[in-house]
Structures are given as structure tokens and as C-alpha cells.
């Protein structure tokens, strides 16, 4: 078994750090094709669906394309919140990219195939099988396994026909795990002479685990390795917290690396916003064949290691960075998503060339549908976030502006809006149940700047005037932990977002974005 294991008297010189991607990206998997990395996580109900990065030195990732960008891959409408597509596997055979996943809110378990993973890629190919969490395996005798977490009770595995989707065989259940709660996201390897399976326990939460086992044959019996969990933070005080769904790769040197999520949560009672993240440990195996994640079964923010692929050297980081997006191209860039499948009438890039306009619907930021809104994740605790906004609220109702979210019941705007036929600059919270206006003042401009300060536990919301833009005036706050998943639950992580609605009915008047601003420190 080539696992170039490493000594500990082997000098660690390689420092880099975590997450590797930051804000929402949760349930990662990863393969390599040659000397290149490539890497995938869900999306829940946001579109496009499954992002994929590149990498060559599996710290440095830059997105590429999304796998799902066509309604009929991803059928979200009115999908409720932590909905559509859950855990995704990425795999790479005789040519050909996989990526399977479970679309929860349309028909479940499904994979989509490229030649090209920044490309379009095909139509789902839907698998008869219950469970979601789904993993490809190809064997060298050409089977294919198709194993799945069902009815939280183990790993189930059936052989497909790879080109149809359809089950050679009944599913039946193969490893139980090791008697945490919500045994899931399986993933299987043949190394050495051995099939490995590996899942996560515990649930998603404080208690998440990764667990392992092994067979000589992929439908069992399954031996579990006497080291699990061989990945947890459970009952730990460290920083990143509710380590598991991870995933192996094998570097061209033969080093073994596992990708996985976890949590920053800040404060007492703790509290995430920031969402699921992706991490990244380097990979051990002890004289009895059985792996060891990080430092033995822990990691931190800062890990060390003899080397990693692709020349990998630490970089410098520099203080306030911007990334600007002017709307000046044919296409939204990358890190934009929709909420759920978008309605083309809402939204243009060329209605006022050189902004993002959005035409408010009668669907609201508190409504299971698709509100005119182009977000991007909140990737770092300390930054801020502002917009230039040209809008003019003729009617009532009509409101434009931006907004933190975490689903339709839980978060913050600062907007201008119609009231009663008065033109007014609000800022908004909703808390669950409880809504409430913290700030409105008559607002006589078309233009506006608008804009979103974070730290850990705070957002401050201000405005700016183009003549002024310097000079912001701050409105009002709200807490971050009151977006965080222990208080607005689900799965996701926060949205920076533009949006615009007329409340109840279709807005007349255009609200035009000239150009979006994310800072960070």
C-alpha cells in the first residue's frame, strides 16, 4: 500500500492555513486528475448549484464554474430554506468528471457528467435509491457501487449501470458505523488490498465525527478501525468545532490529504453565521493499515506539514483588500447566487449597461420563492460591504436595497422604500417572529450609498452620499448570533445580497446597482 507515511523526526516546514474556503462551502469532496485538485460542496437552495474549484496545491482554490447552472439539473422553486441539493461526491473516471448529489426537493439522488468541469454539464442521470449523501465508486473489474446514507440507520450500497443510473442490484445495508447518531455522507477507496469506508457521525453539529472501516471485498463485512473517531472535535474547547464529512485524496507524490467542514463559533452560548466551511489535514497511516487525520484526529487554524503539492509557499496577507464588481461584463461573476431559480424578468445586466438591475416582484425576502436578490456568502468575520444605488420608489410598496441573510425568517436590511407614497431609508430586522423597524428617516435621492460593516459579533448598517462617499452615517446594528445556526437553524451560512421587491405586487420602478464592493481585513 503506497501511503507514504512520514516519521515524526521528518522536519514539518510547510505552514498553511484554515479554512481553506471560507463562508458557507460545506460538505467538500475532492479529486485530482494529473497535477491538477479539484473540489465541490452544497449549496442547498441556491443557484447555481455545486460549486467547483481548481487548485494545484490544494490551499489556493479558485472557482472555475458551477456544476449545476440550468433549470432542469436543478429544480428549486419554492424549495423551503436548507432544502435542494445536500451533500455531493466529485469523482474523475476514463475521462470523465462525476458529480453526484441529492436534489432533496425534487426527485433525490442524481449525477451530472463533463468532459470540461468549467464547462455545461450534462442532464441528471437519476438513480432509483433511497438516502441521501451519495458516493460513486468505480472498481478496476468495471463495477460500479452507488452507496448512500438512508433512514439514519448506516451506509447503503447498490451496483449501477454508470451510463443509465439503473441498480443492478437491491440496495442493502453494509456498515451501521459506530453507534453515533445520523451515520452519513459515505465515501469509498480502494487502498491496497483493502475497501475502505468512510462516513460521518454524530450529525452536523458539535457532536460530528469522522469514523472509518475497511473489508476485502466493497459489500462487507466492514472491520471498523479500533482508532475511531479518526476525526472529531467533540467536548473540545478548540476554535474550529464540528470537524467531520471528510474526504481523501492521494497527491502525485503519494501523500494522502483529507478535506472536511467545520464551524467558527463565536461568543458564549457559541453561535456560527459564517456557515460550514472547508478545511484541509494532511493524512497518516499507522503500521496497522488504518489512517490518522492531522494530530490525531484534531486540527487548528494553522497546520504544518513536510510539504504540499505544487510548490506550495505561503502568501503574504494583505490588510483591507476590496474585490469591486462594476457589472461591466456579459455574465455575473462567479461568486454571485440567486435564492432558489431565479425569474429572468427580475434581474439584467443590460436593461442600464454598466449596473445590475434588479425589478422587484410581488415575492419578498419573507417568502419560500425567488425575490429579485443577487447574493454572495459572508466570507470573513471582519469586512464590509457596500453599494452604489440608483432607485426611485414611485409606488408604494416598492423597496430596494441590501440585506444579510440566513433564510426567510431570520435577517437584516437597510433599504429605501415607499411608505405610504414618502420616500424613506429604513433599516430592518426579523427575528424570527419578530420584526421590527430600527431606523427610518425621509430620503429625497435617487442615489444612494449604501453599505454593511461586520465584525465578530456585530453588524453596523450606514449610508453614504455620492458627493461624500467618505463620510459614512451609521443607522443601526444587529447581532450577528442571531443569524448563526444555533438561533435561525438550517444548514447554510449568512448572504450578503442586493435585492428589490414591491411587497405584495410587481414593482414598476427599476432598481439599478452600479457597481458592489466586499472589503476585508
Request: proline fraction near 6%.
Amino acid at each position: 500500500m503506497n501511503t507514504h507515511q512520514h516519521t515524526k523526526e521528518q522536519l514539518k516546514t510547510v505552514t498553511y492555513k484554515n479554512p481553506i474556503l471560507s463562508g458557507f462551502h460545506p460538505d467538500p469532496s475532492i479529486c485530482r486528475v494529473g497535477d491538477t485538485y479539484y473540489l465541490i460542496t452544497s449549496t442547498f437552495e441556491y443557484f447555481p448549484g455545486v460549486p467547483i474549484f481548481k487548485s494545484k496545491n490544494l490551499v489556493d482554490w479558485n472557482q472555475i464554474g458551477y456544476c449545476l447552472t440550468r433549470p432542469s439539473q436543478l429544480k428549486l422553486n419554492k424549495t423551503g430554506s436548507s432544502g435542494g441539493i445536500y451533500a455531493p461526491t466529485l469523482r474523475y473516471h476514463n475521462n470523465l468528471f462525476y458529480m453526484v448529489t441529492t436534489n432533496v426537493s425534487d426527485r433525490g439522488n442524481f449525477y451530472v457528467t463533463a468532459e470540461d468541469p468549467a464547462g455545461e454539464w450534462s442532464d441528471p442521470i437519476w438513480v432509483d435509491q433511497p438516502g441521501i449523501d451519495p458516493d460513486l465508486f468505480f472498481d478496476e473489474d468495471g463495477s460500479v457501487y452507488f452507496t448512500t446514507s438512508y433512514g439514519g440507520d448506516g451506509a447503503y450500497q447498490s451496483r449501477i449501470d454508470i451510463h443509465t443510473g439503473e441498480r443492478l442490484t437491491d440496495y442493502k445495508r453494509i456498515w451501521t458505523g459506530t453507534g453515533g447518531q445520523y451515520p452519513e455522507a459515505p465515501h469509498m477507496y480502494k487502498i491496497g488490498d483493502y475497501y475502505y469506508l468512510m462516513i460521518a457521525e454524530g450529525g452536523t453539529e458539535y457532536g460530528h465525527m469522522v469514523t472509518i472501516a475497511r473489508s476485502k471485498q466493497p459489500e462487507g463485512p466492514y472491520e471498523s478501525c479500533p482508532g475511531n473517531p479518526i476525526l472529531t472535535h467533540r467536548s473540545q474547547s478548540y476554535f474550529i468545532q464540528a470537524t467531520g464529512h471528510a474526504d481523501f485524496v492521494q497527491t502525485e507524490h503519494g501523500d494522502w490529504w483529507a478535506v472536511f467542514l467545520g464551524i467558527r463559533p463565536i461568543g458564549y452560548p457559541r453561535s456560527h453565521h459564517l456557515g460550514r466551511e472547508t478545511y484541509l489535514a494532511p493524512v497518516t497511516w499507522n503500521e496497522q493499515g488504518w489512517p490518522v487525520i492531522g494530530d490525531q484526529g484534531t486540527v487548528s487554524e494553522e497546520m504544518s506539514t513536510n510539504r504540499l503539492p505544487g510548490g506550495y509557499a505561503p502568501k503574504a496577507v494583505s490588510s483591507n483588500e476590496t474585490i469591486r464588481d462594476d457589472f461591466d461584463t456579459p455574465e455575473l461573476s462567479l461568486s454571485w447566487n440567486f435564492l432558489r431559480n431565479p425569474y429572468s424578468q427580475d434581474w439584467s445586466l443590460t436593461e442600464k449597461p454598466g449596473s445590475l438591475t434588479l425589478r422587484g416582484s410581488a415575492v419578498t425576502l419573507n417568502d419560500v420563492d425567488s425575490p429579485a436578490f443577487v447574493g454572495q456568502r459572508q466570507r470573513h468575520f471582519d469586512c464590509s460591504v457596500s453599494a452604489l444605488l440608483e432607485f426611485n420608489p414611485e409606488n408604494e410598496g416598492e423597496e430596494a436595497g441590501l440585506t444579510i441573510r440566513a433564510n426567510e425568517k431570520f435577517h437584516y436590511e437597510i433599504a429605501i422604500l415607499n411608505d405610504g407614497g414618502q420616500r424613506k431609508l429604513i433599516q430592518r430586522r426579523r427575528i424570527g417572529s419578530l420584526w421590527k423597524v430600527e431606523h427610518e428617516q425621509e430620503w429625497n435621492q435617487d442615489r444612494v450609498i449604501l453599505s454593511i460593516q461586520a465584525d465578530e459579533k456585530t453588524y453596523k448598517f450606514g449610508y453614504a452620499k455620492e458627493s461624500n462617499p467618505s463620510v459614512t452615517t451609521l443607522i443601526g446594528e444587529g447581532e450577528c448570533a442571531f443569524l448563526g445556526t444555533e438561533v435561525a437553524g438550517g444548514f447554510t451560512g449568512v448572504y450578503f445580497a442586493m435585492y428589490a421587491t414591491g411587497n405584495g405586487k410587481k414593482a414598476q420602478s427599476p432598481a439599478h446597482f452600479e457597481w458592489f464592493e466586499y472589503k476585508f481585513i
